[in-house]
């Protein structure tokens, strides 16, 4: 989970959004403790997440490298929202491994 987190993190920033909001995920992953997580992932994780989440979505995703829980609680709710975010997710994830690992 921590790897696959990581991984969704560091893709989003393969795209250029507000500068401000734009590394939001790359500042969580770099502040992460794993060893994975290098400048060049991050950027790269940076990029992907432009492209595959909006920046809300950024904004929690990035809260999760410090409490990945938050993620294991998105996941497990029954609404609508939550679902159609871990979907994008999910997405975000599996682009983030393919082009940054």
């Known amino acids: 989970m921590k790897k696959f987190l ?3 993190l560091c893709v989003t920033s393969l795209t250029a ?6 590394a939001q995920i790359k500042r969580a992953c ?4 794993r060893t ?3 400048r060049d992932r991050c950027n790269c994780i940076q990029r992907v997440a432009n492209q ?3 920046r809300s979505d950024q904004k929690t995703v990035a809260k999760w490298f410090t409490d990945p829980h938050q993620a294991q609680e998105l996941k497990m709710s029954q ?9 994008r997710y999910q997405n ?3 682009m983030a491994q393919a082009i940054c690992s």
Do not use: M
Request: aromatic share 6%; charged share 20%.
């Open 6 to 8: 990581l991984i969704a």
């Open 17 to 22: 959004i507000a500068p401000v909001e734009a």
């Open 30 to 33: 770099l502040a992460s403790d």
């Open 36 to 38: 994975a997580a290098t």
């Open 52 to 54: 595959a989440l909006t």
């Open 79 to 87: 609404t609508a929202r939550d679902d159609a975010l871990w979907d």
């Open 92 to 94: 975000f994830g599996q």
